[in-house]
């Protein structure tokens, strides 16, 4: 029997905030480990023109499904604040228009990335000796996507309802299904990046389908009926007024780091290659910082729901500390282990393994600053602002890194990856700076009318 209103309104902060972050950064990692199993295997097996191919497509592939993984996010706090606030209806409502969602965002996905892999590969530069494997890679990719989707908008779903455990369960069993068919796929039937891209595609099905299985099963507000699923006009409009700032704030973020892989891909195949690996690591930093983030919005979603502002300043605070902490200790960690972690990507090849480190240097050791600025969105978004940030992340890091590379990096003398990687680091500082200004901003202002209600 799950509790209809989770524990996130109530008792000591610390313990409740590791508790639920915790299986959060586990869920997290296990994602990174689909891509990171694609990148190990067709490195063992294919070659580093294997792992520059499916390295060159991230990017591309984070813009256009940035989008509709924002409309995720606006379905988990809208759920987080009708929890917080007891409207179980709107929760309900809430629930059954966010997979019909979900599915129709799989599908428009799906007919976008099969239609124009090669084109959107092409625009970016990616190298000639890739380009075809690399499309392949993306297209099969693509025809799973619709799974993914059902997948992040249940598990957004459960967590505002402070269930995340149950979709680290769910991913770790397919994150051994994935593992398995990588290897079946590529060395017993030679097919290459096909295979994993495949293999990937049935994994994220069977994480999907466990997911919808949870949720028709539940016995609280979140619980899911396959006949009463349509799109509610209201609960849509809330979605898609918290979500798609989100999501524009996502794929527009992505458009940054498109451009600077097409820059990366100026270098040649064997800098992608590092470049690639080394994203790839450092993927599993940012999701430890990201899963505070996650926590920060979805604990002031339903703190703010329930009218209990006192406890979000704390709730700041606490995981602000926690993830400089975690990114801190985890950037450093990586870089001193950094030629090892490469060599299971791109054994035996040592000038990508070079051009690796010297991302993992410039990225992974000031990531915590990332992880700042992450928090302070989820701050903002599960106030039940989701403009604001999309604005500030917008100007603060697509637009400074776009100026970075149309200006410094285009000089002579900076035209190098190590001044294309120092741009991310100062544009978190600014983007962070920013935003806590503006939570600080709007929590007085919030606290201001609590005041002002009570003493009318």
């Given at each position: 029997m799950q509790k209809s209103r989770p524990d996130l309104c109530e008792g000591p902060l610390l313990k409740s905030i590791l508790t639920y972050t915790f299986p959060i950064i586990l869920t997290g990692i296990l994602q990174l480990l689909f891509n990171a199993a694609d990148l190990v295997v067709v490195g063992q097996y294919c070659g580093d023109m294997s792992v520059a191919a499916v390295g060159a497509t991230g990017a591309i592939i984070n813009l256009i499904i940035n989008l509709f993984i924002g409309l995720s996010v606006g379905a988990g706090v809208t759920v987080a604040h009708g929890i917080g606030a007891g409207k179980d209806e709107a929760v309900r409502r809430t629930v059954h228009t966010a997979i019909p969602t979900a599915l129709i965002s799989g599908v428009i996905l799906t007919a976008v990335g099969v239609l124009f892999s090669r084109t959107f590969l092409e625009l970016m530069g990616t190298p000639d000796e890739v380009i075809g494997l690399a499309t392949e890679y993306m297209q099969i990719y693509f025809c799973g996507i619709t799974a993914s989707m059902l997948y992040n908008f249940g598990s957004a779903i459960l967590r505002a309802a402070g269930d995340t455990k149950s979709p680290l369960y769910y991913l770790t069993a397919a994150g051994f299904v994935n593992v398995a068919l990588n290897i079946v796929f590529v060395r017993a039937f030679n097919m290459n990046v096909a295979g994993v891209a495949l293999a990937t595609a049935i994994s994220q099905a069977l994480s999907a389908a466990l997911v919808i299985i949870n949720l028709m099963r539940r016995t609280d507000c979140c619980r899911l009926s396959l006949r009463k699923m349509r799109i509610y006009r209201r609960q849509l409009g809330r979605i898609v007024t918290i979500g798609f700032p989100a999501g524009i704030q996502g794929s527009l973020f992505s458009i940054s780091n498109v451009i600077i892989q097409s820059s990366v891909n100026s270098f040649g195949s064997v800098v992608v290659s590092g470049n690639s690996a080394a994203s790839n690591i450092e993927g599993f930093v940012y999701t430890s910082m990201n899963s505070f983030q996650q926590t920060a919005m979805?604990?002031?979603?339903?703190?703010?729901?329930?009218?209990?502002?006192?406890?979000?300043?704390?709730?700041?605070?606490?995981?602000?500390?926690?993830v400089f902490l975690t990114g801190f200790i985890a950037g450093c960690t990586v870089w001193a282990f950094g030629r090892q972690l490469l060599s299971f990507y791109i054994p035996g090849s040592t000038e990508s393994i070079k051009y690796g480190m010297i991302r993992i240097a410039y990225i992974c050791i000031p990531y915590f600053l990332c992880g700042l600025m992450d928090v302070a969105t989820g701050l903002i978004r599960g106030l039940g602002s989701s403009v604001l940030p999309m604005i500030i992340t917008v100007i603060g890091v697509c637009g400074m890194r776009i100026g970075w590379i149309y200006t410094v990096f285009r000089s002579e003398r900076y035209h190098s990856v190590q001044s294309l990687y120092i741009s991310y680091a100062i544009s978190w500082s600014l983007t962070f700076i920013t935003e806590l200004i503006v939570f600080i901003v709007l929590y007085r202002r919030i606290m201001r009318r609590a005041s002002q209600k009570k003493q009318t």
């Open positions: 979805n604990f002031t979603g339903q703190n703010y729901g329930a009218g209990k502002y006192s406890r979000i300043r704390r709730i700041a605070i606490i995981c602000l500390l926690s």
